[in-house]
């Protein structure tokens, strides 16, 4: 610390840093550090078996494998309502604004228990569905999707949706104007221009969906090696008394979680200078 | 004829993702009557849940506000090694399941935790009690604040504080002087969602609770005890109450954004 | 044990005033002059009974110590229970959904390892059985366990690893299907017919009578009681097996906790009375078998007779825990969703 200096003309340089690196460290790294250290006091090989479990593993790729498609699908939605929303000029468009950040602010319990009363076998949806189509969307893994969809579709929204504002229409114009279709136009212009948002908001939401728990508890159905999530095969883990096995869960989640979003900075990087350009 | 189905393709997404299930409590709450509905919000269980839930954010919230303000004040206005590994940081609780939030606080202060026994050989209680649920809710809404301010902060750049630093004005007073009313609507639409989320955390907070019904049930847990109970009136009636401070909030939001963006314009 | 464990790097100020405060939230909230509190953590079907018990024998207390007293309850799966109390949470008493979950608590010396020993009939005041809940007028005809497999039924039954219930279900279902000679096929191809696990007994009857799954619900007989009750006497029956299990749920005093909180007069006091006529006569109100036959035979009509075996078939919950519901027992080999 000695000797270095921010560059900065502006007092509370030591205050804040410290005020930060307490708050940071008392309330995720200290408790992070715990979980880190957990798995491994039985041994590295019972840590590795804990993991390796065809339950945990079943339990793994479908809370990944659904948050992936879950971000995935919110990208195309998020777009369309994020388009909508900057480009258009409708009555209740300012309703339909507020209620993208409802994901955000609804309990995940509450979204839980509505999901499930609308997409169960006898509800106003699943009802319809089940008998015309026969279609079940509660207690499969659907379900699960239907809930993460939910939870992350705001992020892809709200982060493409600035981008899109500062993106000038003179832009398509000018393409228009030179002989391209609206969807060249859309495909050369406007598309590049938004992959670096569109790429964070699929982070994001990916980010918030593999973690999830209260909504999707509640619609999953938690049947071993088919709809149980990750999170929930920790808490039954902390059922069984197995600590250590719970803590292995949670870190290879959180060690898979950030490989993903590693993946996803890196794409980023590359697209950033292509999409200056 | 694209335009028309795009913003009707957009507004369906919408309605049946977002607005269907929000219908669906209130219609289920509703479904014996409003007296049922109020008769389930004002038992004892359901006040002790809905003051509990209040005194938790009360605690929470501030506590984020302060750390949240730090971090973007010193990730925003000064350069210093290691920063972009301290964002990262700051957002980290946004990537941990709310399950594990609650976890690392049973593994670091449960009676077979790191700093159990000496908390027991002490008399003191942290899971299972107001200390665990508000450590639980201060972590998953950790970064509530400091993330809609830093990008903010940045973007205002440092140049106002430094003219007032020059003109001898003190580290407080130029906060609250100048960096304060220009970052003052972000910072309540932060509070805003960070306060939200509070009151509705469910996953984190039900591994640290012990559902104790009166003592350390939450409003979300108190949902969860009722549709146990096959109360489902009730639990949808809380439910609905959850849903309706989640739209107070979102309004509150919509609110704020506007005036932003008018003294955005003002100032342009 | 006390002080000597706080290592050294944790006296670092930062976290000191991190602990002050944790400790000043910690401190309980005054209770009112002369009033005493019990906690019961108990499992999820019990809520009903207690909360009457609660009322009664809180009167009860007042009358013979003029103490006034408050007994709050916790509700879950049982194993949920037991990880709380295991973790800190401060249970006067326990009264679980079976003996292998106060147990793993007497494991970590919180309860005496002679618990089951200190009330009458090894600590269970009330019984339970295991029955099928179906639809009205029972339109896939099932009699009997045997019936449960056949290809193309729906069972409900929640999660052996989590719910204490699913392992009397699972244990109720071995038993019959010992008699008939091959128990893991039969009892493979019974949750092979199972759409949905839940972790607790309570939800899967939430997921059977409110959400309308499945053709039979395998359930507690006083929770199959509580359903038709809650959810409309015409919408489902009670069908008996040939042969169950009797289920045994156990109370517990927190010896740790009752000592330090100087209340373990109230808490045996409160486990006692459940063996008292009066309780015997709630718990059958609330379709618990009662222990004392007189009042059993009271409730003749609500309890028919059956052919139940005990746990003692099974050689006690620890043997049954690790040869069935232990990671690699038996559940696990013959659990294969989506085949």
Known sequence: MTGWRPRSALPGFGLSLGVTLLWLSAIVLLPLAALALRPWELGVASAWESVTQPRVLAALRLSFGAALAAAALDVPLGLLIAWVLVRYRFPGRRLADAMVDLPFALPTAVAGVALTALYAPNGWVGEPLGASLGWRIAFTPWGVLIALVFVGLPFVVRTVEPVLRDLPAEAEEAAATLGATRAQALRRVVLPALAPALLTGFGLAFARAVGEYGSVIFIAGNLPMLTEIAPLLIVIRLEEFDYAGAAAVGLAMLVLAFGVLLAVNAAQRRLRPWARA | ?268 | ?339
């Open chain 2, 1 to 268: 004829m694209a335009r028309r189905l795009a913003l009707l393709a957009a507004l369906l997404v919408l309605a049946v993702l977002f607005l269907l299930p929000l219908v669906a409590v209130f219609a289920e709450a509703l479904r014996r009557g409003w007296d049922v509905a109020l008769a389930a919000i004002a038992e004892p269980d359901a006040l002790a849940a809905i003051s509990l839930t209040l005194l938790v954010a009360a605690i929470a919230v501030p506590v984020n506000l302060l750390g949240g303000v730090a971090a973007a004040w010193c990730i925003a206005k000064f350069d210093f090694p290691g920063k972009r590994l301290l964002v990262t940081l700051v957002e980290l609780p946004f990537a941990v399941s709310p399950v594990i939030s609650g976890l690392v606080w049973v593994l670091l202060f449960g009676a077979h935790g790191w700093l159990g026994p000496w908390l027991q050989a002490h008399g003191l209680r942290i899971v299972f009690a107001l200390p665990g649920l508000v450590l639980a809710t201060v972590f998953v809404t950790f970064p509530f604040v400091a993330r809609t301010l830093i990008p903010l902060m940045q973007d205002q750049g440092r140049e106002e504080e430094e003219a007032a630093a020059t003109l001898g004005a003190g580290g407080l007073q130029t906060f609250f002087r100048v960096t304060l009313p220009n970052i003052r609507w972000a910072l309540l639409s932060g509070v805003l969602l960070c306060n939200a989320r509070a009151m509705g955390e469910f996953g984190a907070v039900s591994v640290v609770s012990g559902h104790v019904r009166g003592q350390t049930n939450t409003m979300p847990l108190h949902v969860e005890i009722l549709y146990n109970e096959y109360q489902f009136a009730g639990a949808f009636a809380v439910a609905a109450l959850l849903a309706l401070l989640a739209l107070v909030t979102l309004g509150a939001k919509a609110l704020l954004e506007r005036l932003a963006g008018r003294q955005a314009g003002a100032a342009g």
């Open chain 3, 1 to 339: 044990m006390t002080g000597a464990r706080t290592d050294p790097s944790f006296a670092a100020p930062a976290r000191r005033a991190l602990l002050a405060g944790a400790a000043a939230l910690a401190l309980p909230v005054p209770a009112r002059a002369q009033e005493a509190t019990l906690l019961n953590v108990s499992y999820d079907p019990t809520r009903e009974f207690y909360r009457d018990y609660n009322a009664a024998f809180a009167t009860q207390w007042r009358a013979r110590s003029g103490q006034a007293l408050r007994v709050n309850t916790s509700h879950g799966g049982s194993g949920r229970q037991a990880r709380s109390v295991i973790d800190g949470l401060e249970a006067d008493v326990v009264t679980l959904a079976l003996a292998y979950d106060i147990d793993s608590i007497a494991d970590r010396g919180l309860i005496a390892a002679d618990w089951q020993a200190r009330l009458p009939q090894d600590s269970a005041p009330y019984t339970s059985t295991i029955v099928f809940l179906v639809r009205k007028g029972n339109p896939k005809g099932l009699r009997d366990w045997g019936d449960l497999a056949k290809p193309g039924l729906q069972v409900i039954t929640p999660n052996p690893k989590t719910s204490g219930g699913a392992r009397w279900n699972y244990l109720a279902a071995w038993a019959w299907a010992q008699r008939q000679g091959n128990p893991e096929e039969f009892v493979a191809r019974l949750y092979r017919n199972v759409p949905v696990l839940d972790t607790g007994a309570r939800g899967s009857t939430t997921t059977f009578a409110q959400r309308g799954l499945g053709d039979v619900l395998l359930a507690w007989e006083n929770e199959a009681h509580l359903a038709l009750k809650e959810f409309g006497e015409g919408r489902f029956d009670i069908v008996a097996p040939s042969l169950s299990i009797l289920a045994e749920p156990p109370v517990a005093v927190v010896d740790r906790v009752v000592d330090r909180r100087g209340t373990r007069a109230v808490a045996e006091a409160y486990l006692q009375g459940l063996y008292a006529p009066e309780a015997q006569r709630l718990a059958a109100r609330h379709f618990y078998r009662p222990r004392d036959a007189a009042i059993l035979a009271e409730h003749a009509a609500t309890f028919p007779s059956l052919d139940l075996v005990t746990i003692a078939a099974f050689g006690g919950w620890r043997e049954a825990q690790k040869t069935h519901f232990a990671d690699g027992g038996a559940f696990d080999r013959l659990y294969r969703p989506g085949r």
